[in-house]
């Protein structure tokens, strides 16, 4: 048995050492070798300056139409109310809407004369549609489906993304003032 893998190993380091002097034997082989390294190098060139590593003013013009992020601002509190869950169960939910800052002025609060505060006007305006928008995505919807912390935590960020949708990106976040379930 150990004759047998002395002659393979012979066998495979004589079969290596023709391969390696044919190699040196073809021209063709150095200039395939060279025309892959260029084509490399060239692709290389080319995703770069197409990423905008090639210091182009394409990049640096991007990176200054960036509006800034988004700071809070004025916080608002919808009253509780209560929403019918599946199998005669319930949840009493109450909310606080953080608006993007200047949200509250740019929306128009064309309702809110006689409202006296900056807070009491955006509710008069679109309290309503939070509230329907509690009912909507609640009503019918299992205990099981927020019953730990990531089940509301799910919950809220869903809330959030149909708040934006409906009030046009001015709701910064969300927070449970009550959450009463049975």
Do not use: C
Request: glycine share 14%; aromatic share 4%.
């Amino acid at each position: 048995m150990a004759d047998k893998k002395a002659e393979k190993t012979e066998k495979s380091e004589k079969d290596s050492s023709d391969s390696k002097k044919s190699g040196k034997r073809t021209k063709g082989g150095g200039m395939n070798k060279l025309l892959l390294v260029a084509v490399l190098l060239l692709g290389a060139a080319a995703g770069y300056v197409l990423k905008g590593g090639g210091g182009g003013s394409a990049g640096a013009a991007a990176e200054t139409t960036l509006p800034p992020p988004p700071e809070p601002g004025m916080m608002v509190s919808i009253a509780p109310l209560s929403v019918n869950l599946a199998d005669n169960h319930y949840l009493k939910i109450g909310l606080a809407v953080q608006l993007v800052d200047g949200a509250e002025t740019t929306e128009g609060g064309g309702h809110g004369g006689s409202a006296a505060t900056p807070e009491d006007a955006w509710l008069a305006e679109h309290g309503p549609v939070i509230r329907d928008l509690l009912i909507s995505e609640l009503g019918g919807a299992h205990v099981s489906e927020f019953a730990n912390a990531a089940g509301r935590e799910n919950l809220r960020n869903h809330l959030l993304e149909k708040a934006n949708e409906h009030l046009e990106g001015s709701v910064y976040a969300l927070y449970f003032t009550e959450f009463v379930m049975q």
